[in-house]
């Protein structure tokens, strides 16, 4: 369970430093620049140490997957992206494979 929660953070992480990544105008704002490098660095950080039980392809597609679909939503609010039908298909579509591979795979370590 442990690993999920590391997987989690990793997540979080990964969605701070990708809606940060805005605003730093090219790194060129300290600020924001730093939180763009700790959100990377947690977020690997806790990803590779989810990975102790959880397998890489799993990992990697929950990770990924959730943070394009928490980043699109939070552009969504934050800075006004436009969403249209497609997008809320193809964002449910990603939801829909995470939960499958989470709910009906049987990959796991070797």
Do not use: C, R
Not at 97 to 109: C, D, R
């Amino acid at each position: 369970m442990k690993n999920w929660i590391f997987l989690s953070i990793a997540i979080v992480g990964e969605v701070i430093a990708t809606t940060a990544l805005k605003s730093t105008h090219g790194f060129t704002k300290l600020i924001p620049s730093i939180v763009v490098l700790l959100g990377y660095a947690i977020s690997f950080y806790f990803l590779s140490l989810s990975l102790k039980s959880i397998p890489v392809g799993i990992a990697y597609a929950v990770w990924a997957g959730l943070g394009v679909v928490l980043v699109t939503f939070i552009a969504w609010l934050i800075y006004g992206q436009k969403m249209d039908v497609w997008s809320f298909v193809g964002v449910g579509l990603i939801i829909a494979g995470v939960a499958i591979l989470n709910l009906l795979s049987k990959v796991s370590v070797h």
